[in-house]
């Protein structure tokens, strides 16, 4: 058996990260069997509909390295792969059910649905339909008005089905819906869509969340009404967040597009969603692994049947390790759309640019935990720096005449300096905070203030080189006229 899988999304909205983990799960059982992953687009919820879901699902995958084998845009032997362009097919098997007997025809208006509805809740009861068109004969219900087609649930008995995960799993008839198969305006509902297109696909394994378990047995009921045999299920654990509350926007990002934009690799992404729920066994304490790895190692039964916690620090950490092992020139190629996109440099990033954006790579490679860091760390080297605030000019236990004697001696040395850079500054710089009576880190944190404008940067004279000596001595000037200032005020005290 060749095994076959599918990622059905519909484009209601963008790809959820739940979703996106559990197409992770399909990809890797895929590629480990040697089958296909089908992508499918399940777009019969028309109200919903949201114009460019497709082109962002599509471009989500690609983004993470996860191909398809079959589907909208590569075609195959068992298209369309478009549900609305499959309207006949859904119609076509609907009447055929009703030939058979296994559905009927329900021209119940939906105010009628509304008040059985009410009822039946003031009378604590499950709303469900009724079966008033279910009584009717043959015939009575005309194919040229407007009704919808029920699927004829049995009223006695259960259904079964195995789940791989989980083993057998039981339904009482009597508690399942005659669901609605092909609404009034022509239109399946999504029951009748997803198992006419899995059979009709060749599907052997469905893969999805386990909160789509309730409504499996309406699945298998259509099966056995048509005479097919079911795929394989494998309900897979739902994701959670921290707070042990289902995972949703209010812990962080759960669009893919807002984890791209956030700046995270999609290799350490696809790394981390492979791991959550599923483990690659007994005695692999490792978290870091290649595709390749990964796709050896998967297997259906390390899939935990408990739900997963998506873990935000985690993630942070295998984003930041998996920076720090690209190359220099791989990260300066991921780096420059951040810049671009914050406004800090054009787009395309201008030749005369690179060598200072070169020099910026290794200062902040060991800082980020994801791309986007890299503005905050780095945009003082592109735009002007506020001025400075007189107490952030002031090293610690020292006087503002001592302090601007500092900066004036440093404008000198870097000004002198034949060589800018930090193997030719450095040691300079602690010689002249040592001549000054200083500790270097009382001397460096008044330079990095008034150069950088934060209390924190990459490593100074790497920073400092990146600014470039003019800018670098303007602002030094632009501080030393602050404290100036501040000192014929008649205000000298020691910090």
Known sequence: MTVRVRFAPSPTGYPHIGNIRTVVFNWLFARQQGGKLILRIEDTDRERYVKDAIRVIEESLEWLGIDWDEGPTVGGPYGPYIQSKRLHIY????????????????????????????????????????????????????????????????????????????????????????????KSDGYPTYHLAVVVDDHM???THVMRGDDWIPSTPKRILLYQAFGWTPPIYVH???????????????????????????????????????????????????????????????????????????????LNWM?????????????????????????????????????????????????????????????????????????????????????????????KLLSSLLQFNPEAMEPEMRALAERLGLKAGQLFTII????????????LFGSIQAVGRETTLRRLEVAEEVLAAHLEAGAGTAA
């Open 236 to 314: 897979v654990p739902l994701i959670l967040g921290p707070d042990g509350k289902k995972l949703g926007k209010r812990h962080g990002a759960t669009a893919v597009d807002e984890f791209r934009r956030q700046g995270y690799l999609p290799e350490a992404l696809f790394n981390f969603l492979a791991l959550v729920g599923w483990s690659p066994g007994e005695g692999e304490e490792r978290e870091l692994f290649s595709r390749e790895e990964l796709i050896e190692r998967f297997d259906i039964g390390h899939i935990n049947r408990s739900p997963a916690v998506f873990s935000y620090d985690k």
């Open 91 to 182: 119609k076509e098997k609907a009447e055929a059910l009703v030939s058979m007997g296994h559905a009927y025809r329900c021209n119940c208006s939906p105010e009628r649905l509304d008040r059985v509805r009410e009822i039946q809740r003031a009378a604590g009861q499950n709303p469900m339909y009724d079966g008033l068109c279910r009584a009717k004969a043959p015939g009575e219900v005309s194919p040229d008005e407007p009704h919808v087609i029920r699927l004829k649930v049995p009223h006695e008995g259960t259904t079964t089905f195995h789940d791989e995960l989980r083993g057998d799993i039981t339904f009482e008839n009597a508690l399942i819906d005659d669901q609605v198969l092909l």
């Open 201 to 203: 696909m060749g599907i």
């Open 448 to 459: 990095r203030n008034a150069v950088t404008g934060k209390q924190v940067s990459p490593p």
């Open 319 to 411: 984003n930041a390790t998996y920076i720090r092992q690209l190359s220099h020139g791989e990260l300066l190629d991921r780096l420059i759309p951040f810049w671009a996109d914050a406004g800090l440099i054009p787009s395309p990033a201008p030749h005369e640019l690179l060598p200072t954006l070169r020099l910026l790579v290794p200062l902040v490679q060991e800082r980020l935990k994801t791309l986007r860091d890299v503005i905050d760390l780095t945009d003082f080297v592109f735009q002007k720096v506020p001025t400075p605030p007189v107490e952030a000019l002031i090293g610690k236990k020292m006087t503002a005449e001592q302090s601007l004697d500092a900066i004036r001696e440093t404008q």
